[in-house]
């Protein structure tokens, strides 16, 4: 599966975006979906996940409350829309797949898109 992630842009804290990824493939229902996030000089870290029918999701404990993961597997689609943004969201975001998930942050995920840069200005 191809992923490509857009929607990234300059932002002042408390505003909103959302990020969307575009997937290819015909089983696009079959993969667990997610956003990984890489701030500048750090490492990456996992941010959110939704299962191949959406009916289960699962958020890191810094954007909980905030992010809210979406998909369309009609069009294959996933969303993360991101409120009331923070100056330390800035970062990288990936869009990532995979069939099989060990757990909701370790995944493994195999599939990774090429990530939109948020910056959020305080």
């Known amino acids: 599966v191809q992923l490509q992630a857009s929607g990234g842009g300059l932002v002042q804290a408390g505003d909103s975006l959302t990020l969307s990824c575009a997937a290819s493939?015909?089983?696009?229902?079959?993969?667990?979906m997610g956003w990984f996030r890489q701030p500048p000089g750090k490492q990456r870290e996992f941010v959110s996940a939704?299962?191949?029918?959406?009916?289960?999701?699962s958020y890191a404990d810094s954007v909980k409350g905030r992010f809210t993961i979406s998909r369309d597997n009609a069009k294959n689609m996933v969303y993360l829309q991101m409120n009331s943004l923070k100056p330390e969201d800035t970062a990288v975001y990936y869009c990532?797949?995979?069939?099989?998930?060990?757990?909701?942050?370790?995944?493994?995920?195999?599939?990774w898109g090429q990530g939109t840069l948020v910056t959020v200005s305080s």
């Open positions: 939704i299962s191949g029918g959406g009916g289960s999701t």
């Open positions: 493939g015909r089983t696009f229902s079959n993969y667990f």
């Open positions: 990532v797949a995979t069939l099989i998930l060990s757990s909701w942050q370790g995944g493994p995920y195999d599939y």
